[in-house]
Protein backbone atom coordinates (compact mmCIF):
# COMPACT_ATOMS: atom_id res chain seq x y z
CA UNK A 1 0.00 0.00 0.00
CA UNK A 2 1.33 3.17 -0.98
CA UNK A 3 1.59 5.90 1.72
CA UNK A 4 0.83 9.65 1.25
CA UNK A 5 3.46 11.28 -1.00
CA UNK A 6 3.87 15.02 -1.95
CA UNK A 7 6.45 16.83 -4.66
CA UNK A 8 8.26 18.59 -4.37
CA UNK A 9 10.42 18.71 -0.97
CA UNK A 10 11.41 21.72 -0.94
CA UNK A 11 10.73 25.15 -3.02
CA UNK A 12 12.09 28.52 -2.95
CA UNK A 13 10.21 31.61 -4.83
CA UNK A 14 9.95 34.62 -4.40
CA UNK A 15 7.26 37.25 -3.25
CA UNK A 16 4.77 37.64 -5.88
CA UNK A 17 5.05 34.92 -7.14
CA UNK A 18 2.75 31.73 -8.09
CA UNK A 19 3.41 28.46 -6.57
CA UNK A 20 1.52 24.82 -6.98
CA UNK A 21 1.97 21.70 -4.76
CA UNK A 22 0.71 17.95 -5.28
CA UNK A 23 -0.36 15.53 -3.32
CA UNK A 24 -0.80 11.79 -4.19
CA UNK A 25 -3.44 10.30 -1.74
CA UNK A 26 -3.42 6.69 0.06
CA UNK A 27 -4.67 4.09 -1.86
CA UNK A 28 -8.38 3.82 -1.82
CA UNK A 29 -8.53 7.36 -0.11
CA UNK A 30 -11.37 9.91 -1.49
CA UNK A 31 -10.48 12.73 0.78
CA UNK A 32 -7.64 15.14 0.67
CA UNK A 33 -6.77 17.87 3.02
CA UNK A 34 -4.02 20.60 3.14
CA UNK A 35 -2.39 22.09 6.23
CA UNK A 36 0.19 25.01 6.47
CA UNK A 37 2.48 24.82 9.38
CA UNK A 38 4.30 27.62 10.40
CA UNK A 39 7.93 27.31 12.03
CA UNK A 40 6.90 26.15 15.87
CA UNK A 41 3.33 25.80 15.48
CA UNK A 42 0.96 23.43 14.96
CA UNK A 43 -0.53 23.16 11.05
CA UNK A 44 -3.43 25.18 10.56
CA UNK A 45 -6.06 23.42 8.12
CA UNK A 46 -6.26 25.37 4.88
CA UNK A 47 -9.31 23.05 3.06
CA UNK A 48 -10.31 19.92 2.22
CA UNK A 49 -11.45 17.94 -0.25
CA UNK A 50 -13.75 15.21 -0.96
CA UNK A 51 -14.59 13.45 -4.48
CA UNK A 52 -13.07 16.64 -6.28
CA UNK A 53 -15.41 19.18 -4.16
CA UNK A 54 -14.26 21.73 -1.74
CA UNK A 55 -15.42 20.88 1.45
CA UNK A 56 -15.11 23.04 4.19
CA UNK A 57 -12.35 25.93 4.27
CA UNK A 58 -10.11 27.37 7.24
CA UNK A 59 -9.06 30.70 7.56
CA UNK A 60 -7.10 31.25 4.70
CA UNK A 61 -7.41 34.21 1.79
CA UNK A 62 -8.99 33.22 -1.42
CA UNK A 63 -5.15 33.30 -3.34
CA UNK A 64 -4.85 29.95 -1.55
CA UNK A 65 -6.62 27.65 -3.99
CA UNK A 66 -6.74 23.72 -5.13
CA UNK A 67 -7.58 21.06 -7.24
CA UNK A 68 -8.68 17.37 -6.75
CA UNK A 69 -8.22 15.25 -9.54
CA UNK A 70 -10.83 11.99 -11.01
CA UNK A 71 -7.67 10.16 -9.22
CA UNK A 72 -8.10 11.79 -5.89
CA UNK A 73 -4.43 13.25 -6.12
CA UNK A 74 -4.88 16.98 -5.17
CA UNK A 75 -2.75 20.38 -5.83
CA UNK A 76 -2.30 23.33 -3.95
CA UNK A 77 -2.20 26.64 -5.37
CA UNK A 78 -0.65 30.01 -3.61
CA UNK A 79 -0.66 33.12 -5.69
CA UNK A 80 0.85 36.56 -4.70
CA UNK A 81 3.29 34.91 -2.75
CA UNK A 82 3.86 36.44 0.77
CA UNK A 83 6.99 36.47 3.25
CA UNK A 84 4.50 35.00 5.58
CA UNK A 85 3.49 31.70 3.37
CA UNK A 86 7.03 30.63 4.43
CA UNK A 87 5.83 27.13 5.70
CA UNK A 88 5.84 23.31 5.64
CA UNK A 89 2.61 22.66 3.87
CA UNK A 90 1.09 18.98 4.78
CA UNK A 91 -0.91 17.22 2.75
CA UNK A 92 -3.54 14.48 4.65
CA UNK A 93 -5.71 11.70 2.81
CA UNK A 94 -8.74 9.75 4.36
CA UNK A 95 -11.15 7.23 3.34
CA UNK A 96 -13.99 9.74 3.63
CA UNK A 97 -14.40 12.65 4.59
CA UNK A 98 -15.56 12.87 8.40
CA UNK A 99 -14.16 11.15 11.36
CA UNK A 100 -11.88 8.97 9.53
CA UNK A 101 -7.93 8.96 9.91
CA UNK A 102 -6.31 11.26 8.22
CA UNK A 103 -2.73 10.06 6.90
CA UNK A 104 -0.61 12.83 6.55
CA UNK A 105 2.36 12.92 4.34
CA UNK A 106 6.01 14.64 4.36
CA UNK A 107 5.20 17.69 3.56
CA UNK A 108 6.67 20.41 1.40
CA UNK A 109 8.73 23.10 2.80
CA UNK A 110 8.37 26.58 1.05
CA UNK A 111 10.68 29.15 1.75
CA UNK A 112 9.70 32.98 -0.17
CA UNK A 113 11.98 35.23 -0.68
CA UNK B 1 -13.81 29.62 21.68
CA UNK B 2 -13.07 26.50 20.14
CA UNK B 3 -9.63 25.19 21.26
CA UNK B 4 -7.11 23.16 21.99
CA UNK B 5 -4.49 24.18 24.52
CA UNK B 6 -0.79 21.88 25.63
CA UNK B 7 0.56 23.85 27.93
CA UNK B 8 3.74 22.19 27.70
CA UNK B 9 6.26 23.81 25.26
CA UNK B 10 8.98 22.05 25.96
CA UNK B 11 9.24 18.79 28.24
CA UNK B 12 12.82 17.12 28.85
CA UNK B 13 12.79 13.83 31.02
CA UNK B 14 15.59 11.35 31.36
CA UNK B 15 15.25 8.37 29.32
CA UNK B 16 13.58 5.10 30.99
CA UNK B 17 11.37 7.70 33.02
CA UNK B 18 7.90 7.89 32.46
CA UNK B 19 6.21 10.70 30.71
CA UNK B 20 2.80 12.31 30.01
CA UNK B 21 2.00 15.26 27.71
CA UNK B 22 -0.95 17.24 28.54
CA UNK B 23 -3.94 18.48 25.89
CA UNK B 24 -7.14 20.27 27.40
CA UNK B 25 -9.85 21.14 24.54
CA UNK B 26 -12.93 23.54 24.80
CA UNK B 27 -16.05 22.33 22.65
CA UNK B 28 -19.46 22.27 23.45
CA UNK B 29 -19.59 18.33 22.97
CA UNK B 30 -17.13 15.80 23.17
CA UNK B 31 -14.79 15.74 19.95
CA UNK B 32 -12.42 13.41 18.16
CA UNK B 33 -9.58 13.45 19.52
CA UNK B 34 -5.67 12.12 18.17
CA UNK B 35 -2.18 12.31 19.73
CA UNK B 36 0.21 13.02 16.43
CA UNK B 37 4.63 13.15 16.69
CA UNK B 38 6.37 14.99 14.29
CA UNK B 39 10.31 14.26 13.82
CA UNK B 40 12.16 16.79 12.76
CA UNK B 41 11.63 17.33 9.33
CA UNK B 42 9.21 14.76 8.71
CA UNK B 43 5.19 14.37 8.56
CA UNK B 44 3.19 13.71 11.11
CA UNK B 45 2.02 9.92 12.25
CA UNK B 46 -0.71 8.95 14.41
CA UNK B 47 0.33 8.09 17.32
CA UNK B 48 -3.56 6.40 18.85
CA UNK B 49 -6.88 8.25 18.54
CA UNK B 50 -10.42 8.33 20.56
CA UNK B 51 -13.98 8.28 19.00
CA UNK B 52 -16.19 6.97 21.86
CA UNK B 53 -15.94 3.71 24.51
CA UNK B 54 -12.98 2.57 26.62
CA UNK B 55 -11.45 6.29 28.05
CA UNK B 56 -8.19 4.67 27.97
CA UNK B 57 -6.98 4.13 24.66
CA UNK B 58 -3.99 2.79 23.76
CA UNK B 59 -1.64 3.24 20.78
CA UNK B 60 1.51 2.68 18.95
CA UNK B 61 5.08 3.00 20.47
CA UNK B 62 3.97 2.04 23.80
CA UNK B 63 2.05 5.27 23.75
CA UNK B 64 -1.78 5.59 25.67
CA UNK B 65 -4.14 8.47 26.48
CA UNK B 66 -6.89 8.72 28.67
CA UNK B 67 -10.08 10.74 27.50
CA UNK B 68 -11.26 13.01 31.16
CA UNK B 69 -14.61 14.67 29.74
CA UNK B 70 -15.06 16.04 33.49
CA UNK B 71 -11.80 17.78 32.65
CA UNK B 72 -12.21 18.20 29.03
CA UNK B 73 -8.39 16.50 28.63
CA UNK B 74 -6.68 13.86 26.32
CA UNK B 75 -3.38 13.45 28.42
CA UNK B 76 -0.57 10.96 26.58
CA UNK B 77 1.62 8.79 28.97
CA UNK B 78 4.27 6.57 28.13
CA UNK B 79 5.58 4.44 31.20
CA UNK B 80 9.23 4.26 29.69
CA UNK B 81 10.71 6.55 27.34
CA UNK B 82 13.31 5.78 25.07
CA UNK B 83 15.72 8.11 23.11
CA UNK B 84 13.98 8.06 19.69
CA UNK B 85 10.87 9.01 20.88
CA UNK B 86 12.48 12.99 21.11
CA UNK B 87 10.14 14.52 18.31
CA UNK B 88 6.79 16.86 18.49
CA UNK B 89 4.03 15.85 20.06
CA UNK B 90 0.55 17.45 19.03
CA UNK B 91 -3.22 16.73 20.15
CA UNK B 92 -5.55 17.52 18.29
CA UNK B 93 -9.53 17.58 17.96
CA UNK B 94 -12.27 16.99 14.75
CA UNK B 95 -15.00 19.04 16.04
CA UNK B 96 -18.06 17.19 16.01
CA UNK B 97 -19.75 19.68 14.35
CA UNK B 98 -17.20 20.21 11.88
CA UNK B 99 -15.76 16.73 10.76
CA UNK B 100 -13.71 18.07 7.73
CA UNK B 101 -10.50 19.10 9.54
CA UNK B 102 -8.54 18.32 12.17
CA UNK B 103 -7.41 21.45 14.82
CA UNK B 104 -4.56 21.05 16.30
CA UNK B 105 -2.27 22.24 19.64
CA UNK B 106 0.66 24.35 19.35
CA UNK B 107 2.63 21.51 20.74
CA UNK B 108 5.36 19.86 22.90
CA UNK B 109 8.65 19.50 22.29
CA UNK B 110 10.03 16.26 23.85
CA UNK B 111 13.88 16.42 24.56
CA UNK B 112 15.60 12.76 26.19
CA UNK B 113 17.99 13.23 28.69
CA UNK B 114 20.50 9.84 28.38
Known amino acids: ETGVTQSPTHLIKTRGQQVTLRCSSQ?????VSWYQQALGQGPQFIFQ???????GRGNFPPRFSGLQFPNYSSELNVNALELDDSALYLC????????????FGPGTRLLVL | AQSVTQPDIHITVSEGASLELRCNYS??????LFWYVQSPGQGLQLLLK??????LVQGIKGFEAEFKRSQSSFNLRKPSVHWSDAAEYFC????????????FGSGTRLSIRP
Open chain 1, 49 to 55: YYREEEN
Open chain 2, 27 to 32: YGATPY
Open chain 1, 92 to 103: ASSLESGKETQY
Open chain 1, 27 to 31: SGHNT
Open chain 2, 50 to 55: YFSGDT
Open chain 2, 92 to 103: AVVPYSSASKII
